[in-house]
């Protein structure tokens, strides 16, 4: 971001050459009380549908800003169409990987109840706007698709035939080799063809029971793979699991 533009928001409005946009609530405070701008200041918009927009602030009042549309900055960008799903943690661990996953590209970000899910209950409005946040800090284009918490049983049921299910399974296979052993993420690489729809799915603290391991892996469209030898914390095994499949199907390439 240039030094001479002090804020970049998000924005559901369409963004055109001369658009006015009134900025009120948290955006209007945070450009008023936070970062203390005024009239002829500039700053960043996007909404996740037309790039990136410069934007001159015309007045301000009690936490809110008038604005103008000036010109566009950046066309939109291509973004990778992976869905991270994931078992609900500790408060402050998913404000965490709810972050990390929004910097590295994800489309979606859906919490799973599981059987060891630690939380039965959450604000979808919490994570879209800390997804907002990430997203407006890390100068990405689009914000992540928050939907409201699923059953693992329910997702399954409805998972669509055109998207890969990656799952992170590192509990390996069992003493009767019920479960096979998931392959590394570079030979899933390999063998999938590109570019897929991709989904990535961790676990709750517990892992996942028996039954929900052999619910998964009877879905036709489920990858088993193992992220390693260590036992991760599911929010490290999310941003490690995110950061492999960019590197081999994503866009690091």
């Given at each position: 971001?240039?030094?001479?533009?002090?804020a970049?928001?998000?924005v559901?409005?369409?963004?055109?050459?001369?658009?006015?946009?009134?900025?009120?609530?948290?955006?209007?405070?945070?450009?008023?009380?936070?970062?203390?701008?005024?009239?002829?200041?500039?700053?960043?918009?996007?909404?996740?549908r037309?790039?990136?927009?410069?934007?001159?602030?015309?007045?301000t009042?009690?936490g809110?800003?008038?604005?103008?549309v000036?010109?566009?900055?950046?066309?939109?960008?291509?973004?990778?169409?992976?869905?991270?799903?994931?078992?609900?943690i500790?408060?402050?661990?998913?404000?965490?990987?709810?972050?990390?996953?929004?910097e590295?590209?994800?489309?979606?970000?859906?919490?799973?109840?599981?059987?060891?899910?630690n939380?039965?209950?959450?604000?979808?409005?919490?994570i879209?706007?800390?997804?907002?946040?990430a997203?407006?800090?890390c100068?990405?284009f689009?914000?992540?698709?928050?939907p409201p918490?699923?059953?693992?049983?329910?997702?399954?049921?409805?998972?669509?035939?055109?998207?890969?299910?990656?799952?992170?399974?590192?509990?390996?296979?069992?003493?009767?080799?019920?479960?096979?052993?998931?392959?590394?993420?570079?030979?899933?690489?390999?063998?999938?063809?590109?570019?897929?729809?991709?989904?990535i799915?961790?676990?709750?603290?517990?892992?996942?029971?028996?039954?929900?391991?052999?619910?998964?892996r009877?879905?036709a469209?489920v990858?088993?793979?193992?992220l390693?030898?260590?036992?991760?914390r599911?929010?490290?095994a999310?941003?490690?699991?995110?950061?492999?499949?960019q590197?081999?199907?994503?866009?690091?390439?």
């Amino acid at each position: 971001m240039s030094n001479n533009i002090k804020a970049r928001l998000y924005v559901a409005h369409d963004l055109t050459t001369g658009g006015q946009i009134l900025l009120e609530g948290n955006q209007g405070h945070y450009l008023v009380n936070v970062m203390r701008l005024k009239a002829t200041d500039h700053i960043l918009l996007f909404n996740g549908r037309q790039g990136e927009w410069l934007a001159e602030i015309t007045s301000t009042g009690k936490g809110r800003a008038a604005v103008v549309v000036e010109q566009i900055v950046m066309a939109q960008k291509p973004e990778p169409d992976l869905w991270y799903l994931f078992a609900p943690i500790k408060k402050a661990r998913i404000d965490y990987m709810v972050q990390k996953a929004t910097e590295l590209g994800v489309s979606l970000i859906r919490p799973v109840l599981t059987a060891r899910t630690n939380l039965d209950r959450l604000k979808e409005d919490k994570i879209r706007r800390h997804a907002i946040e990430a997203a407006e800090q890390c100068e990405r284009f689009t914000v992540p698709i928050v939907p409201p918490m699923i059953k693992l049983q329910s997702l399954l049921d409805d998972w669509p035939e055109d998207r890969l299910l990656m799952f992170c399974d590192e509990e390996g296979s069992d003493d009767q080799n019920t479960f096979p052993v998931g392959r590394a993420i570079d030979e899933v690489a390999a063998w999938q063809e590109r570019p897929r729809k991709w989904a990535i799915l961790i676990g709750p603290e517990g892992g996942f029971t028996p039954d929900e391991r052999r619910l998964i892996r009877s879905n036709a469209n489920v990858v088993p793979v193992t992220l390693g030898p260590r036992i991760l914390r599911a929010d490290t095994a999310a941003v490690a699991a995110i950061a492999l499949w960019q590197s081999y199907a994503g866009d690091w390439q």
